[in-house]
């Protein structure tokens, strides 16, 4: 079993930064692909950025690409998210997911699992 927690969210301002964390533990033989997804307020969850665990391929959505870069530190069994010149609309909840079905590059939320508790961020314009 692999457990995930999402930290570092909060309240910003347009135009600034905020860095995620995400914390793997158990079965980290089981990480492939690690996925970070926001969750807008009254809306489903949407895919953000993916990593992967061993290679480091990263891939990003559209609305993010030249905005936030995913990263891991192996050693540290933590994969990260920086998002840098944040708008309004990047508020969200914000979790990171273990890839369970082996989908190259997937983007779908349902491909991935052991969801943590979420970090919440908030963008003021």
């Known amino acids: 079993q692999v457990y995930l927690a999402e930290s570092g969210g909060g309240l910003v301002r347009e135009g600034e930064s905020l860095t995620l964390s995400c914390t793997i533990s158990g079965d980290t033989d089981k990480v492939y692909m690690m996925g970070w997804f926001r969750q807008p307020p009254g809306k489903g969850r949407e895919f953000v950025a993916g990593v992967g665990w061993l290679g480091g391929t990263t891939y990003y959505s559209d609305s993010v690409k030249d905005r936030f870069t995913s990263s891991r530190e192996n050693a540290k069994n933590t994969v990260y998210l920086q998002m840098n010149n944040l708008k309004p609309e990047d508020t969200a909840i914000y979790y990171c997911?273990?890839?369970?079905?082996?989908?190259?590059?997937?983007?779908?939320?349902?491909?991935?699992?052991?969801w943590g508790q979420g970090t919440q961020v908030v963008v003021s314009s």
């Open positions: 997911g273990n890839q369970q079905r082996l989908q190259w590059k997937s983007q779908d939320p349902a491909d991935f699992g052991s």
